[in-house]
C-alpha cells in the first residue's frame, strides 16, 4: 500500500465556523488582505466585520464568472498595488480558484500562462504561494482543498488548469451555513458535481486506501441527502452533509484523479457556457455504463469492475444489487433533480468530434479507471445527449 497524500494545511469543517476566522487571521499572516468574492451572494458582510475586528485591513475584488485570463491578471494587480499579504477566497468554486491562482501570482514572477496546462507553458511555480484562506460558500467542487485552479482561455475555448502543491490552501474553512440560501438549482448541480468527484476517483486507476474511506462515506451520504437538500433548502441536516461531500470530493479527486465525467466536462465547459455541475451529471451515469462495459469487455480489470458493484450496493441499498441498477439509481437522482441532458445545454452533434479530440488531452481523463476508445467516447456523449 503506497500512498502519497496532501491537502491544505489546516481544514475546518461544522456549521458556524466562519467565525473561527477571527482567530486565525489574529496577526498571523499580515495587516492587510485580498479578498476575493462574488459580486452578489453571499453577503460579506461578517467577514468584514471579522477582518476589522482583527485590525486586519481589507481590499476587495468580485469575480463575476468563472474566471480567465484577465480576471486572474486584474486581481493580481489590485493586490499588488495594496500590498496584500494574505488571500480570502470568499464564494464558489469559480471565487476560490480565482484567489487560488492570484495568491500564487502574488509571488511568482511571469504571467499566467507560464503555468498554465495545455495551452500554456505548464511551468512549476518557484515561490510558495501568498498565505490562502479559502472559504467555499457553495457545496460542490471541494476547491478549498486541491491543488488545481481551473482557468477559461477565450479564445482557445479551452478550460485548462494551474496545477501546482503550492496552491493548496494555508486554510479551508468549510461552514455549510454559508450555503443555507443557495437556490435549488444550483444545489442540484452543484450537489452531483461533488457526487461526481467522490465516484470518479473511488474508480480512479489512482485510487488508494486512504481516498476509498472518504469516498465510500461521501457516496452513501450523496445518496442520502441530495435530493433531500435539493427538495427542502432548510433541511439543513441534509445542507451540512452535502457540504461534506462536497468536501470529500476535493480530498479525493486532489489525490486520486478523476475520470472520463470530468475529461469531458473541461473541453465541454470551454466550448458552452453550461454550468461544470450540470455537464458533470449529465455525463455521469453513461460515463459510468461505458466504463463498466469496457472493463468487463477488456479482461483484467476485475477489482476496478467490483468497485462499480460497490457504488450499487451503497447508492441502491441493497446488498446484492448489480453494476445497471447502481448506474440507473443515479440517472433517476438527475432525473428527479431535473439536471438537463448535454442536448439542453447547447451542445449539438456536430461537436462532438472537437469534445472528443480535445478530451483525450485533459488530465482528468487519465484517472479514468481504463484507456476508451473514440467510440467509447462518442457513445458516452450519445447516451448523454
Ligand atoms: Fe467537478
Same mark, same amino acid.
Given at each position: 500500500m503506497n500512498i502519497d497524500f496532501s491537502t491544505a494545511n489546516r481544514i475546518i469543517f461544522g456549521a458556524g465556523e466562519l467565525l473561527t476566522l477571527r482567530k486565525i487571521i489574529d496577526g498571523k499572516y499580515g495587516k492587510r488582505v485580498l479578498i476575493i468574492k462574488g459580486r452578489k451572494y453571499p453577503n460579506p458582510g461578517t467577514l468584514f466585520s471579522i477582518c476589522e475586528d482583527a485590525k486586519v485591513k481589507w481590499t476587495y475584488f468580485n469575480v463575476e464568472q468563472e474566471p480567465d485570463i484577465e480576471t486572474i491578471n486584474q486581481a493580481v494587480r489590485l493586490g499588488r498595488e495594496k500590498e496584500c499579504e494574505f488571500v480570502i477566497g470568499f464564494g464558489g468554486g469559480s471565487v476560490i480558484d480565482t484567489g487560488k491562482a492570484a495568491a500564487a501570482l502574488l509571488n511568482n514572477q511571469g504571467s499566467l500562462l507560464d503555468y498554465l496546462e495545455v495551452v500554456g507553458k505548464g511551468k512549476p511555480l518557484k515561490n510558495p504561494s501568498k498565505p490562502y484562506i479559502a472559504i467555499p460558500t457553495t457545496a460542490g467542487t471541494g476547491s478549498e482543498v486541491t491543488r488545481n485552479a481551473v482557468i477559461l482561455v477565450p479564445d482557445k475555448k479551452a478550460k485548462v488548469s494551474m496545477r501546482n502543491a503550492y496552491l493548496l490552501p494555508e486554510v479551508a474553512i468549510v461552514d455549510p451555513e454559508l450555503t443555507y440560501g443557495i437556490p435549488r438549482t444550483i444545489t442540484g448541480v452543484t450537489g452531483m458535481d461533488a457526487f461526481t468527484q467522490v465516484i470518479e476517483p473511488y474508480v480512479s486507476r489512482y485510487s488508494n486506501s486512504l481516498v476509498d474511506i472518504f469516498c465510500e462515506d461521501a457516496i452513501k451520504k450523496s445518496a442520502s441527502y441530495l435530493l433531500r437538500g435539493w427538495k427542502d433548502g432548510s433541511d439543513y441536516e441534509a445542507r451540512d452533509n452535502i457540504s461534506w461531500v462536497s468536501l470529500m470530493g476535493g480530498l479525493a479527486l486532489a489525490n486520486a484523479k478523476l475520470g472520463a465525467a470530468h475529461g469531458l466536462a473541461g473541453p465541454i465547459g470551454g466550448m458552452f457556457s453550461a454550468p461544470h =455541475?450540470?455537464?458533470?451529471? &449529465?455525463?455521469?451515469? /453513461?460515463?459510468?455504463?461505458?466504463?463498466? *462495459?469496457?472493463?468487463?469487455? !477488456? =479482461? /483484467?480489470?476485475? *477489482?476496478?469492475? /467490483? !468497485?462499480?458493484?460497490?457504488?450499487? !450496493?451503497?447508492?441502491? =441499498?441493497? %446488498? +446484492? &444489487?448489480?453494476? +445497471? %441498477? =447502481?448506474?440507473?439509481?443515479? &440517472? /433517476?437522482l438527475c432525473e428527479n433533480m431535473r439536471i438537463p441532458r448535454l442536448s439542453e445545454l447547447g451542445i449539438k452533434k456536430e461537436h462532438f468530434p472537437t469534445i472528443i479530440q480535445k478530451s483525450k488531452k485533459s488530465s482528468s481523463m487519465r484517472g479514468n479507471p481504463i484507456q476508451l476508445t473514440g467510440q467509447e467516447i462518442e457513445k458516452i456523449l450519445e447516451l448523454s445527449f
Open positions: =455541475g450540470a455537464i458533470c451529471a &449529465a455525463l455521469l451515469p /453513461s460515463v459510468m455504463l461505458v466504463n463498466a *462495459e469496457a472493463l468487463s469487455i !477488456r =479482461g /483484467s480489470h476485475l *477489482e476496478k469492475l /467490483s !468497485r462499480f458493484k460497490d457504488i450499487a !450496493r451503497w447508492v441502491t =441499498g441493497k %446488498e +446484492n &444489487a448489480n453494476i +445497471n %441498477e =447502481g448506474i440507473e439509481w443515479i &440517472a /433517476s
